[in-house]
């Protein structure tokens, strides 16, 4: 054990730790640090942590100043972001599990990012076993019905992102032809839903509703079964109102009009720091 232990600790740093001991170094609450100030809190030597503090200036995460360093704008941007999701995530998890136990199936509450859509929350049925997703797992946005529902009542221009990415097939049923794509979300515009018919994955389908009020969708609720269209016909008004209901968790009712993404989060808080720090040592940025 103390021979592994030792191994453990003479092991050398990889690029990813060393930055995150780097940005490490910024929490406590002096606001500015110098080279010599990183490099004692850190533990990095002099020339990696110069070279790793350039490289955060250059991505936005740290800010220079003559030669003191300080968080920047997008640490600030991703804090709150991170911010933003466990309140959504909090704010929908009673109503998630009502929505299993209404209907017995496996519930998804997903977010876009990019051409794709990220798993905040899962809550397993009976499908749980079949479907194999995960929290803070991805999949592309054009094949699932969280993502759908989201392009459909997103941002035009995330629609023309997803499409420049090329439509690749994860099933028979995928959705790979741009005017078929389009009209599947004008359809969903009109029924209020989407659904995934066996696009994702083979023996799957879902339906999903998006998590908006008079503006553009910021996340979606869903729910997948292994049964046909007619099952998902029949889960889609349980889909539906629980996404309402979690919006006006959110905002309440007077405030779904006038609401509208950037809202959430007012400010960056110390817990949104803390959020964005926790998130850095899982990220692939590096």
């Excluded at 103390?2 to 490490?24: F, H, I, N, W, Y």
């Excluded at 941007?77 to 909090?90: D, F, V």
């Excluded at 929908?92 to 017995?104: F, N, S």
């Excluded at 099933?171 to 004008?186: G, Q």
């Amino acid at each position: 054990m103390l021979d592994q232990a030792m191994d453990t600790e003479l092991a050398p740093l990889s690029l990813l730790e060393k930055a995150a001991r780097v940005l490490g170094a910024f929490e406590g609450p002096q606001p500015r640090l110098s080279l010599t100030e990183v490099v004692r809190r850190s533990g990095i030597p002099r020339s990696s942590a110069h070279r790793i503090l350039d490289q955060l200036v250059q991505l936005r995460w740290l800010d220079r100043e003559g030669r003191d360093y300080r968080m920047g704008m997008r640490m600030l941007e991703l804090g709150a972001l991170a911010s933003h999701h466990n309140r959504l995530r909090r704010a929908a998890l009673p109503l998630l599990h009502a929505l299993h136990e209404q209907t017995g199936q496996l519930v998804h509450l997903s977010v876009p990012d990019g051409a794709e859509v990220v798993c905040l929350e899962r809550i397993g049925g009976s499908e749980a076993t079949t479907v194999p997703s995960r929290v803070g797992g991805r999949m592309p946005a054009h094949c699932t019905a969280a993502g759908k529902a989201i392009l459909a009542f997103g941002d035009p221009g995330a629609v023309e992102h997803v499409l420049a990415q090329g439509l690749r097939p994860r099933t028979a049923r995928t959705l790979i032809r741009p005017l078929a794509l389009r009209a599947e979300l004008a359809a969903t515009r009109e029924r209020g839903v989407a659904y995934d018919r066996e696009e994702s994955f083979r023996g799957i389908s879902c339906v999903a509703a998006p998590l908006r009020g008079a503006g553009r969708a910021v996340a979606a609720v869903s729910v997948s079964c292994c049964r046909g269209e007619r099952e998902l016909a029949r889960l889609a008004p349980a889909v539906a109102a629980c996404a309402r209901a979690v919006w006006r968790e959110l905002y309440g009712p007077g405030r779904a009009a006038a609401a509208r993404p950037q809202d959430l989060e007012p400010a960056v808080s110390e817990q949104a720091m803390d959020n964005m720090m926790g998130w850095l040592r899982f990220s692939e940025w590096m």
